[in-house]
């Protein structure tokens, strides 16, 4: 059967959706390489600037503890996304390929948990951390990225483990192989564009939150990139350039990266959802 092609109002479409799409980053962008004095007035309506300059960028770096900030958020979310996946890996493939009693209502608690909004946790989350002696730390913000980052998981891997046969794993018993065998020789090599996936999207949720990071870790030391730059207005002044840099310079690396991996992340996506 002969697929129908696209006409030019599809690509009309297409080309006015991306551009809405793309707006915002790409007025912070042009934002970022003006001068001071045409961000404000009548020239801050203006997309391109006839004196292009990186002075924001580099005020970014020589003004403000930036690379601190980006160190944080890195190790917070690579620390996250490791342990959530690994965790959530263990209790998606029981949820999804063992038999036992209540998988319904598991599944249902996690999701339940995830339906929670950030601001009716934040103030229980605070009082265990601080009660720990964990404010101003990693471990003070992994922990509390748990209540959103384990539910995302566990729910994406159990669409993805129940996409694979369970001819494999009679197979793999007539073979004489233990249930964790099976899980990590069988199972979990063919569930590797959901696990990429899935670890894609919770450093992402995580590299971007923002109340927790807000609440927890109020020394500069421990601050992560969301709430530096929240920070960078002063009493009096807001430097929409240095901020329209900086989340230019948070921003590019996450394109990228969902760029270069955009065929895994997609595969991963829609093999949970079609069927054989």
Request: charged share 10%; aromatic share 18%; hydrophobic share 55%.
């Amino acid at each position: 059967m002969m697929q129908k092609k696209a006409g030019p109002l599809f690509y009309l479409f297409l080309l006015v959706f991306v551009f809405f799409v793309m707006f915002p980053f790409l007025w912070v962008l042009l934002s970022s390489i003006k001068p001071l004095s045409e961000l404000f007035g009548d020239k801050a309506f203006n997309w391109f600037t006839s004196h292009p300059t990186l002075k924001s960028y580099v005020s970014v770096f020589v003004n403000y503890p930036f690379l601190r900030y980006l160190w944080n958020s890195t190790v917070v979310a690579t620390i996250t996304t490791v342990y959530t996946v690994f965790v959530a890996a263990f209790a998606a493939y029981a949820i999804a390929r063992l038999q036992f009693k209540g998988k319904t209502v598991i599944l249902g608690l996690v999701l339940a948990v995830s339906m929670f909004p950030q601001i009716a946790t934040i103030s229980p989350i605070y009082m265990f951390v601080k009660t720990f002696g964990l404010t101003n730390s990693y471990l003070g913000l992994i922990i509390p990225y748990t209540t959103f980052a384990l539910p995302l998981s566990i729910w994406l891997l159990v669409t993805f483990f129940r996409k694979i046969p369970f001819d494999l794993e009679e197979a793999a018993k007539m073979d004489g192989a233990t249930p964790m065998q099976t899980y990590f020789k069988v199972i979990l090599p063919l569930a590797v564009p959901g696990v990429f996936t899935t670890s894609i999207l919770v450093f992402i949720a995580a590299w971007n939150e923002f109340l927790f990071a807000l609440t927890i870790n109020t020394a500069e030391k421990y601050k992560t990139v969301p709430v530096g730059i929240a920070m960078f207005q002063g009493q009096y002044t807001i430097p929409w350039g240095e901020i329209s840099a900086a989340t230019v310079v948070v921003t590019v690396p996450l394109v990228i990266m969902v760029l270069l991996f955009q065929r895994r992340i997609v595969s991963g996506l829609t093999s949970g959802s079609i069927k054989e």
